[in-house]
């Protein structure tokens, strides 16, 4: 991930509503959440949620699809997943964190280090 799609991301998400929607998708999982259902939740009209979503969609991290007559909307946990990683690997010292690939899983870890010392209790 480069730093300009980096910036589109989280320009969609440094806005409270949209922040909100995501979190909220982030939480369905991969099954996503209809669109009434989330415009319920969130206590805003469809028309709202729609140009939220769109934005969102825009900038890569959900997507939609349709089922029946609903539209099901989903976080992009892969575009998640690079946004952390580029966020661990590209802008945090190696000194405060890192990633560990576990190569029989395939799953990564990050591990954040204690940066501010310890204190004598």
Do not use: W
Not at 15 to 27: D, G, I, K, P, Y
Not at 33 to 53: K, V, W, Y
Request: proline share 1%; charged share 20%.
């Amino acid at each position: 991930m480069d730093i300009k799609r980096t910036l589109i991301i989280f320009d969609a998400l440094s806005q409270e509503t949209r922040l909100r929607a995501f979190r909220l998708l982030v939480e369905a999982g991969r099954g996503g959440m209809a669109a009434g259902a989330l415009s319920e939740a969130l206590g805003i009209p469809h028309n709202t949620l729609s140009f939220h979503l769109n934005h969102l969609a825009n900038a890569g991290v959900v997507g939609s699809r349709k089922q029946g007559r609903s539209v099901i909307y989903s976080a992009n946990f892969q575009v998640v997943q690079d946004l952390i990683g580029f966020m661990v690997k590209d802008c945090c010292s190696a000194e405060f964190a890192s990633i560990k690939e576990d190569k029989k899983t395939g799953c990564s870890t990050i591990e954040l280090k204690n940066c501010c010392g310890t204190s004598a209790a």
